[in-house]
């Protein structure tokens, strides 16, 4: 069974800092990988997904994240947050045969002005 | 515009009773889920479809129900042998393949009262 670990469960940080959450998982073949961020009051949305290729990818709002297969990691960084990226961020993967993702437990990021 | 309709937004329940949450989209998704999103949890999978009329158990299934009887709806009934059905409910959506992620609704919150 696949899993996911999101190291941290809640930062805070403040504005222009550089953020990285980790994000670690366990599955056993080809993985497609994913982050999702919840802001207050909306829905989960997406903000990038690696399938093949480059493993360095960029999505929505300058984030970017990078699959390091040897380390079963993806973890997402952006270079300086803003105020505005106070949200709840999760993890997800899902095996490339595989219908279903599974989530991590989330980390909170608490942007300071 | 396409997405998913969840409804209601904030549903409560006295103890004993079941109760139908409703998920309808139109997307044109093949594969339908469910999750269950507590804090510190992240998101479980609670039932997912991939067809009209076949669904399968998730992680979480037992005291819960659903149905897929039309592409575009997938309604989840929280039935009174759920223990802690206390909860905010996620549907999504995606493509057969799972290969480019879900589009989520917006949520029901579950309190039992």
């Known amino acids: 069974a696949q899993s996911v670990s999101q190291h941290n469960h809640h930062v805070i940080l403040s504005e222009a800092a550089s953020l990285e959450l980790g994000c670690n998982y366990s599955?056993?073949?080809?993985?497609?990988l994913f982050w999702y961020v919840q802001y207050p009051g909306q829905h989960l949305q997406l903000l990038l997904k690696?399938?093949?290729?480059?493993?360095l990818v960029k999505g929505i709002k300058g984030f970017e994240a990078e699959f390091i297969k040897s380390k079963f990691s993806f973890n997402l960084r952006k270079p300086s947050v803003q105020w505005s990226d106070t949200a709840e961020y999760f993890c997800?993967?899902?095996?490339?045969?595989?219908?279903?993702?599974?989530f991590g437990a989330g980390t909170t990021v608490t942007v300071r002005a | 515009d396409g997405g998913i309709t969840q409804s209601p937004k904030y549903l409560f329940r006295k103890e004993g009773q079941n109760v139908t949450l409703s998920c309808e989209q139109n997307?044109?998704?093949?594969?339908m889920y469910w999750y269950r999103q507590d804090p510190g949890q992240g998101l479980r999978l609670i039932y997912y479809?991939?067809?009209?009329?076949?669904?399968q158990k998730g992680d979480i299934a037992e005291g819960y129900s659903v149905s897929r009887e039309k592409k575009e709806s997938f309604p989840l009934t929280v039935t009174s042998a759920q223990k802690n059905p206390t909860a905010f409910y996620l549907c999504?959506?995606?493509?057969?393949?799972?290969?480019?992620?879900?589009?989520f609704g917006s949520g029901t919150r579950l309190t039992v009262v």
């Open positions: 999504a959506s995606g493509l057969w393949t799972g290969l480019y992620g879900y589009t």
């Open positions: 599955y056993g073949g080809t993985v497609n």
């Open positions: 690696y399938f093949s290729g480059d493993p």
């Open positions: 997800a993967v899902g095996g490339s045969n595989d219908y279903k993702l599974s």
């Open positions: 997307l044109n998704h093949d594969a």
């Open positions: 479809s991939q067809i009209v009329n076949d669904f």
